[in-house]
């Protein structure tokens, strides 16, 4: 069974930084797309940032220049870490994989984890 799990997550005044993590387990073989989407009340999930297997990316227009997302292929994991902090990015932050492989040869389209809070207050 495939399992993503976030941490990271936690309270940080304007202007701070986080680095979130996304370990993925289940005896995986490859993950073509890995990225993180947030949600903030009251609001509709939105993509934040994502990388494929090959190393590219790309990032919401209003995270551009703050957030920086990577990931290490030999670990399963994905991180997104997060500069200049403002309150508009508290949200529930969701790691993503899309077309997952395991050892077992079943594929998985895509899997969500079950989010990790950030807050950004003073």
């Known amino acids: 069974q495939v399992q993503l799990v976030e941490s990271g997550g936690g309270l940080v005044q304007p202007g701070g930084s986080l680095r979130l993590s996304c370990a993925a387990s289940?005896?995986?073989?490859?993950?073509?797309?890995m990225g993180w989407y947030r949600q903030a009340p009251g609001k509709e999930r939105e993509l934040v940032a994502a990388i494929t297997s090959g190393g590219s990316t790309n990032y919401a227009d209003s995270v551009k220049g703050r957030f920086a997302i990577s990931r290490d292929n030999a670990k399963g994991t994905v991180y997104l870490r997060m500069n200049s902090l403002k309150p508009e990015d508290t949200a529930v932050y969701y790691c993503?994989?899309?077309?997952?492989?395991?050892?077992?040869?079943?594929?998985?389209?895509?899997?969500w984890g079950q989010g990790t809070q950030v807050t950004v207050s003073s």
């Open positions: 289940g005896s995986i073989v490859s993950i073509n797309d």
């Open positions: 993503n994989a899309v077309g997952v492989k395991t050892q077992s040869r079943r594929y998985y389209t895509t899997i």
